[in-house]
């Protein structure tokens, strides 16, 4: 049974692109797949500082992939288990990784977006 984590983006960041797209299409594309490296960086360094019991073997780390496509970056941890450490379960507290490493991209990404739209 495999689950799925999405998180999206502001509705007003979505609306700006889509505005844009026409008249950037590269450097928008550059600067998706840029920031999609750095959020599977970013949660991979999480993941390290998180997952440190002893029970830890780095799985759900060597499992995190970054997927480019036209405007599009998709980061996505491979271990069925990835949302009971990230979310928690009654038995176990919360690891978030992908959350946080998404919240600290995110300002960064639509900086260089505002930046190329001006």
Known sequence: MSRRIKITGVKELKAAID???LKFPKEVNDIVHKHGARLQSQ?????????TKGYSTGATKRSTTVTNSNF???????TEYFPYLEYGTRFMSRRPTL????????????????????
């Open 43 to 51: 949660t991979q360094a999480n993941m390290d500082r998180a997952y």
């Open 19 to 21: 505005g844009n797209i």
């Open 72 to 78: 599009k970056s998709e980061v996505q941890p491979h």
């Open 99 to 118: 959350g946080p490493a998404f919240s600290k991209i995110e300002p960064q990404f639509r900086a260089d977006l505002d930046r190329l739209f001006k």
